[in-house]
DNA sequence: TATAATCCCGGTACTAGTATCGGAACCATG
DNA sequence: CATGGTTCCGATACTAGTACCGGGATTATA
């Protein structure tokens, strides 16, 4: 009958996610980053810090356009529930 | 200070993600793929019709898994503003 | 020391997303 | 006609996301 709160999972999930943004990120500003994705850089601080669990399709889209990622390439790498044998975004960054 | 409405753009891009879900879907029932995606049968169907504008990002790429789509070709055909001469799912669909 | 740049944090405010319930329409079957 | 399957809709309820403000910590540089 509610939305139902967010299970350690998926909040795990969103920890993952914002780590991997930031480490996209790398040298580049929050602020830039943020201002040229078309959202504000609390937003961008708080989905990078994991704050933000499930945050919108279209602000990690954008996101990710900025930085350069896959949208595949981000889902199959947070989604996975333990390691796996595939390159990973940071692996694919540093070639 | 408070979250912005969602503008005019915003919206006609929710209604390309809605019936682009859609027609991927093609025969199945909503209910089998809302399920198999781990969304309730009324998200996906609020997605679909276009009543919810920016979808969390899990939710959509659960449901891009279940229906075998690309991310960042869903992405990319939504978020254009105009038509384009790109292959769009529907076309990789068909072939 | 001063100045700027960057990032973090808590608080606040509001809209939006997710989910369930109940009902109804439609269509293909039996 | 009856039954089941599918989709649709309104109402309801609650959490979550987005955004701005003020302040503080850190680092680097002048």
Redesign the interface.
């Known amino acids: 009958m509610v939305r139902l709160p967010l299970n350690p999972a ?1 909040v795990e ?1 969103g920890q993952r ?1 914002g780590a991997l943004l930031r480490r996209a990120r790398g040298q580049r500003s929050m602020l830039n980053t943020a201002l040229e994705a078309g959202v504000s850089p609390e937003t961008l601080r708080k989905i990078e810090t994991g704050r933000v669990a ?8 954008a996101i990710a ?1 900025v930085l350069g990622l ?3 390439a981000v ?1 199959s790498e947070i ?1 996975q529930t333990a390691g796996s044998a595939q390159i990973t975004v940071d692996e694919r960054l540093a070639s």
């Open positions: 998926e999930r996610l499930t945050p919108a399709f279209p602000t990690i889209a356009d896959s949208l595949d889902w989604n």
